[in-house]
């Protein structure tokens, strides 16, 4: 596409959770910091959450792939499950042999011996659950049983929730309290602010092989905070998009007028128009020299 135009390996702005692009502003450094700390404890449930596109699939793999081999995990990227669709998922990725027709009962003893025999060979059981809020409550108690499992030292399993704002609606319901008791760590992903927004685009950039001057305008930078939220997803689609009208004019940098063109196509940049990226729009196009430039950047 534009990668030989602007000096690139690869596309810098993917949506695909791709942990080598993973950056390490405050936040996500900040959760990755307390989802290790945690692990290590190998006590109770851990919870992670954010806004749609903050980037808990990428901290999750990255979470994952951080850990020692000490660690057995299993990750379950759409727990949408009922109960014994749920152990049977665990029983597979624990390559747990279950004798029988493998109903609730059967599975939580084979899962049982399997993370006693895990215990006795020094080994850590760990799963990881992506979009935690969309898992039914019945669910959520059959997994918070399974970690009632424990040597007299430790629980046989540590388990991570990841999921939107609405998991935390979910655990307040009566049935699952007891889980909400034992959620010992958490944290709240937040956006990234004007100035981690500047350094996440040079990031992605260099990481697909940028060796040259800066891609975006200081003027687009902000457009491109103002009109994503600092939201990373979101921020991806609209550099990405703007990147493109660049190419397409033959430039290598991207100005603001691209940026307002990429974000007027993106539906959710778009409806964030007059609240957000309106007044910082008016003023970075304005003292380059009038609003006409913005259509002609």
Known sequence: MYEAHFGLRELPFGLTPDTSFFFACSTYQEALNTLLVAAGTGEGFIKITGE???GKTLLARKFLSSLGRQFVTAYIPNPYLDSQTLLQTLAEDF?????????CTRLIRALTHALLDYARAGK??????DEAQAMPLKSLETLRLLTNLETEKRKLVQV???GQPELDENLQDRSVRQLRQRITFQYRLRGLSSEETRRYLNHRLRVAGHRGEEVFTAAAVRLLHAF???VPRLLNILAHKSMMLAYGKGRRT???GAVVRAALDTPA?????ARRAWPVATGAL??????????LA
Request: net charge neutral.
């Open 228 to 230: 994503s939220g600092g």
């Open 286 to 295: 304005l003292s380059l020299g009038g609003l006409t430039w913005m259509w």
């Open 124 to 129: 850590r059981v760990l799963v990881c659950l």
């Open 52 to 54: 749609v596109g903050t």
């Open 160 to 162: 991570v929730l990841f």
């Open 254 to 256: 991207v100005a603001a």
């Open 95 to 103: 390559q747990v042999q279950v004798p029988g027709e493998g109903d």
């Open 269 to 273: 940049a778009a409806r964030g128009f």
